[in-house]
């Protein structure tokens, strides 16, 4: 006969997996429904869509981060250049 520890033991490990198993279940069963519900809205939202940024604008705003990222960095740059790294 089996000694009452591993009889615990066993019966831990069949209900840990039967509820790991449910969670995960559970869980994917959530994710592949908002992945459905996400994509189906975006059917709908694809028909009426509108662009946020003209192409105009986001060359603009990319130039305007790049020159504020060089103003912001380039003193950094500059000591670790004059320092040879």
Not at 66 to 74: L, R, Y
């Amino acid at each position: 006969m089996i000694s009452v520890l591993a009889q615990e033991r066993l019966l831990g490990f069949a209900l840990g997996s039967a509820i790991t198993g449910f969670v995960v279940f559970e869980q994917r069963k959530c994710i592949y429904a908002s992945i459905s519900d996400h994509q189906s809205h975006d059917e709908i939202k694809s028909l009426t869509r509108e662009p946020i940024f003209a192409r105009k604008t986001r060359s603009e705003f990319a130039h305007l981060w790049n020159k504020a990222v060089d103003q912001t960095f380039g003193p950094v740059i500059e000591s670790f250049s004059s320092r040879g790294w």
